[in-house]
């Protein structure tokens, strides 16, 4: 999931290589915090949050029935 998430981030920024993402668990959820430069932040998130949203709901319906729910958390 996690390589998932870096292929389309690094489609949506200005600056991919910028593009890192650290994964770990925390109860059953699985959190993705993604470190990306400073003006693609605006790019990930969206207006009003609609990519980040978007994303986030691609990765649970790649899920499928895992039970899993993704957080992500963009980060400077």
Do not use: C, H
Not at 56 to 61: F, M, V, Y
């Amino acid at each position: 999931m996690k390589d998932t998430l870096i292929y389309i981030l690094k489609g949506i920024v200005k600056d991919p290589d910028e593009i890192s993402v650290v994964e770990y668990d925390e109860n059953k959820n699985k959190i993705f915090e993604i470190k990306a430069s400073e003006e693609d932040v605006g790019q990930i998130i969206g207006k009003d949050g609609r990519t980040i949203k978007s994303i986030n709901i691609l990765l649970n319906a790649l899920a499928g029935s895992s039970k899993e729910n993704f957080i992500l958390k963009v980060i400077r």
